[in-house]
């Protein structure tokens, strides 16, 4: 029966929290808590000096959403929807602060707690995980992005040692970071190596003049001779599968996490065009305004309905890579496009930090490249239905 009597709330406005669990609930009111009293208030400079401060880890480990959808070696072991929920979170403070988390817990811990040795898990899981180490995922190269199997990063052995040798570019947190997880080209096929960043022959170079996603840091890294222990080797994958099965963890925060910005755009609009007048009446008054909030608020909602789904779908252990590239794909679009609406119904204050918008928007650019780009992930559902690939 339909009630006629509630008004639904603008905030949440298909009530979608009825579809989370307590605990999710919980996860979600507690990320956005820290992103309302650390975040959103110092973001805007973190951006503008191009910088994401390191001390933020130790909060995010407090809070246990450093790999928190692993079990065991200090990781919380929640759901994927309140891990899904916690990127919501955060991506709604900014794109950098939920790269942090996505890097740490999905793309850097996720490998050594899957395919790690006991050694490597107790080595470094407990430490990630409570934001006293830091970790990075190279994967990406100069010469090799949506074809990482092209990589041409080696790791060859001597005697009973690897050296490793390669460029890698793009890597997110890959000059702060204490441990890399570096995927490299061997004798048997591509498998990971967990380094320590002080080993001799790792250097990393901080990526400057980025217009988008300022609050994260990027990194090239060069690894010249690096001398590894035989059992710095992951051992428990080898070939492309190993790299991929971390970007589908991580791409599964994306399609969660591009809904936060999003929504964090819909709601400056709306709040900007119910306070700002002109021709004597708020903005919000015209129709054309109304059009544009009606159709940004339909968006979002169907982004997070959509997430949900597939969050749902992975803690049921359904989740395909395919459905994730939908997810990613489509909601990463969606967020965009809400924030290039929102920038314009901003006007000029739309272009300043004192707004998050445009903050949003510029990192959202990143968002819609990285970890897939929307072509890889057109291409994936394009093979999903046709049986056909049309990568090459
Ligand atoms: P390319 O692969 O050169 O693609 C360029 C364009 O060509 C894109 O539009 C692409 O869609 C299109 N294209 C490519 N192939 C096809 C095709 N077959 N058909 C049609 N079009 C195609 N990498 C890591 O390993 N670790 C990280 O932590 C990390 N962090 C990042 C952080 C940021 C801020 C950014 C921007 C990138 C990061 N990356 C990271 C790298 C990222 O994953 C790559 O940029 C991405 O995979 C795309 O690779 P590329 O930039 O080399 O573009």
New binding site residues.
């Given amino acids: 029966m339909t009630n006629t009597t509630l008004t639904p709330d603008p905030q949440d406005f298909l009530a979608l929290e009825q579809l989370l669990s307590e605990e999710e609930r919980m996860v979600a009111h507690t990320v956005r808590q820290l992103v309302n009293e650390k975040i959103k208030p110092n973001v805007g400079e973190w951006f503008e000096n191009h910088e994401f401060p390191k001390e933020m880890a130790l909060e995010f480990g407090k809070l246990g959403m450093l790999g928190m959808h692993l079990e065991g070696y200090g990781c919380a072991g929640m759901s994927a929807v309140a891990y899904g929920s916690a990127c919501l979170e955060l991506e709604a403070g900014d794109s950098g602060a939920r ?1 942090f988390v996505s ?1 740490q817990g999905s ?1 850097a811990m996720f490998p050594i707690w899957k395919f790690g040795s006991e050694e490597q898990k107790q080595e470094w899981l407990p430490r990630m995980a409570a934001g006293e180490a830091i970790g ?5 190269e100069p010469d ?5 199997s092209s990589m041409r990063t080696t790791a060859r052995r001597d005697g009973d040692d690897w050296i490793l040798n390669g460029t ?7 000059s702060i970071a204490d441990v890399a997880v570096i995927w490299a080209q061997t004798d048997e096929g591509i498998r990971g190596f967990v380094v320590d960043t002080r080993t001799e022959g790792y250097q990393a170079r901080k990526i400057e003049k ?1 217009l ?2 300022r609050a ?1 840091i ?1 990194a090239e890294i060069v690894l010249d001779n690096v001398r590894l222990p035989g059992s710095a080797a992951l051992p428990g994958v080898v070939g492309i599968k190993g790299p991929l099965s971390c970007l589908n963890e991580a791409r599964f925060g994306i399609l969660f996490g591009a809904v936060g910005a999003a929504r964090d755009c819909y709601e400056a609009a709306l709040d900007y065009t119910l306070q700002r007048t002109q021709f004597g009446k708020p903005l919000a008054g015209f129709q054309l305004t109304q059009g544009k909030l009606a159709d940004m608020l339909i968006r979002v909602n169907r982004a997070h309905l959509l997430a949900i789904h597939l969050g749902k779908l992975k803690d049921a252990g359904n989740l395909t890579p395919a459905q994730i590239s939908f997810g990613k794909k489509d909601n990463v679009a969606q967020a965009l496009h809400v924030a290039r609406e929102a920038r314009g119904m901003l006007g000029a204050s739309g272009i300043t930090l004192e707004y998050p918008v445009i903050r949003h928007m510029n990192n959202l650019e ?1 968002v819609y ?8 992930h057109t ?1 994936v559902l394009g093979q999903a239905v046709t049986k056909i690939g ?3």
């Fill in positions: 790269s890097v793309l990075c995922f190279g994967l990406t090799s992005g949506s074809d990482p890698k570019m793009w890597i997110t947190n890959g980025k988008s996603l994260s990027t990143s490249t990285y970890e897939g780009t929307n072509e890889v291409l049309a990568f090459r």
